[in-house]
């Protein structure tokens, strides 16, 4: 079928019309339209299959996805390898900022895992005994290695024996046994150092293996056991909760993998430092995983701050499972905070005070709301108009005895703001281990809660052009250049 002039122009422009979309679209010809992505971000999470496996997948090389912050605070990777005889070697890298670009020095432990049996707390988890049976300590910046030699020499005078050296490994603790002369028993040689450094390998008591598939992509974690927030209760504390979870280095999307793939106590790995983008916690923030705390909670957490009158509003909803499955019930908390500036200990964090004023409470379970109308008279809200689904407001009774919670009340808290290519992300305070609140500034915490994500704004790709139709031609003003030139090439050609 052959097209007449007229129509051969129609069609060419509507082709040219096309392209100028693509082109505007790619080039950033746009109209910003605001929408909340927490609902996205929760879906997509909600997506993701999490298959918990059994600890004897646990072989392999796992390592930290990010530069690590602990209590006190301490900066740190972690590189830790298992064996299929169940013998393990535990690489836990300190450094001077948290970057992790400055090492100070490594604790090198080794042993094996033994009497492994399922958590009686944390479903899917594993309790484990283990056998320490070696811890090096490898100083590396000079002055670093002067303060380490003088707290071990305070412990174990006899192991300093001359000037340490910096790169230089040092055994701390030693647990051999061997058989002696005769043949007869067994000789313990046993050296302990590590008491003046508040070492724990604790952490190997408490494991559990998640694998997470999104997009045909696979991620293998290995969460292992939390530590004390107070370092002087660690060597006794069992863990009730998680760290950050370790990676496995065959996992998609594991950034640091090749990094500290190759690293050792003599080569330690160094993270670049990260260039400082101001950000604000204006906006809404969303959890993108289930989080587990001490004591089998397990929660999901949404934040709303509002800078302009400087209120913040935020949904807690717990569960009963590891996987935020099944719901238990929802603590709606807000109030006011203020920025109180830098933090004095975490470099990159800021100190704020965070007022709680009103906070109500919503059973998610018939059995829950069942729970809450059999509390006492004036300790939860008002027994028996608890009803699933329902938010109760419980500033009458002063919070709520059974959830340990109080109304009204002031945290002191830090923050912490991250941005990557692909989201930003806000870190609050790690809760104290023994469940109290951080009440006063001295008990502010030096360390972080996992990070929350901004919901960003999406942008639609609109092109600034207006609508044509086939009785005016080309009737738009952005493509009036193009049709006017493909005019004047069609009249030449019908001309001829």
Not at 14 to 32: D, E, F, P, Y
Not at 300 to 311: G, I, M, P, Q, V
Not at 433 to 440: F, I, K, L, R, T
Request: net charge neutral.
């Amino acid at each position: 079928m052959e097209l007449s002039g007229g129509s051969l122009y129609v069609a060419l422009c509507r082709l040219i019309w096309l392209a100028v979309l693509v082109q505007g679209s790619s080039s950033g010809t746009q109209v910003k339209h605001v929408t909340s992505t927490c609902r996205s971000l929760a879906e997509h999470a909600s997506r993701e299959r999490v298959v918990v496996q059994s600890l004897n997948k646990i072989t392999g090389q796992w390592v930290s996805e990010r530069c690590e912050v602990r209590p006190g605070p301490e900066f740190l990777l972690r590189s830790y390898k298992f064996q299929n005889d169940s013998r393990y070697t535990a690489h836990q890298y300190f450094y001077a900022d948290p970057a992790c670009s400055v090492p100070l020095y490594s604790v090198v432990s080794r042993g094996k895992l033994e009497n492994i049996r399922d958590s009686w707390t944390i479903p899917g988890a594993a309790e484990v005994d283990y056998q320490l049976s070696q811890v090096t300590l490898t100083p590396y910046e000079e002055r670093q290695t002067m303060v380490l030699e003088r707290m071990i020499n305070s412990t174990c005078p006899e192991l300093v024996k001359s000037r340490w050296r910096s790169y230089s490994p040092y055994d701390i603790y030693n647990y051999v046994e061997v058989g002696s002369e005769g043949g007869d028993g067994i000789v313990v040689l046993d050296r302990d150092c590590t008491s003046v450094l508040y070492f724990s390998i604790h952490e190997l008591q408490l494991i559990r293996i998640e694998q997470r598939h999104h997009h045909r992509r696979l991620k293998t974690e290995l969460f292992l056991g939390d530590i004390h927030t107070d370092k002087t209760q660690r060597a006794s504390y069992r863990p009730k909760g998680f760290q950050p979870p370790l990676v496995r280095t065959d996992s998609y999307g594991c950034h640091l993998c090749d990094k500290m793939k190759f690293t050792n106590e003599l080569e330690p790995p160094r993270l670049r430092v990260k260039s400082v983008e101001r950000g604000t916690v204006d906006g809404d923030w969303i959890s993108t995983r289930c989080e587990t705390r001490p004591n089998s909670i397990f929660v999901k957490r949404r934040l709303h701050f509002n800078l302009e009158d400087s209120t913040w509003h935020g949904f807690y909803s717990h569960f009963t499972d590891p996987l935020c499955a099944e719901p238990s019930f929802t603590l709606s908390a807000s109030g006011t905070f203020t920025n109180e500036g830098p933090s004095a200990k975490v470099p990159g964090a800021r100190e704020f005070k965070f007022s709680v004023t009103v906070m109500k409470i919503r059973p998610d379970t018939q059995t829950y709301a069942n729970n809450l109308n059999a509390e006492p008279v004036g300790s939860c809200g008002i027994p028996g108009k608890w009803e699933t689904g329902a938010f109760q407001d419980v500033q009458d009774t002063g919070g709520c005895t059974r959830l340990g919670v109080s109304v009204p009340y002031v945290e002191y808290e830090i923050l912490k703001l991250e941005t990557t290519h692909r989201s930003t992300e806000l870190y609050l305070g790690q809760r104290p281990s023994d469940g109290a609140q951080p009440s006063s500034p001295s008990n502010r915490p030096t360390s972080f809660q996992p990070p929350l994500r901004k919901c960003l704004a999406e942008v639609e790709q609109k092109a600034t052009v207006q609508d044509y139709s086939v009785d005016s031609g080309c009737a738009c003003s952005v493509l009036s250049t193009y049709c006017a030139i493909l005019a004047l090439i069609l009249s030449f050609a019908t001309s001829r």
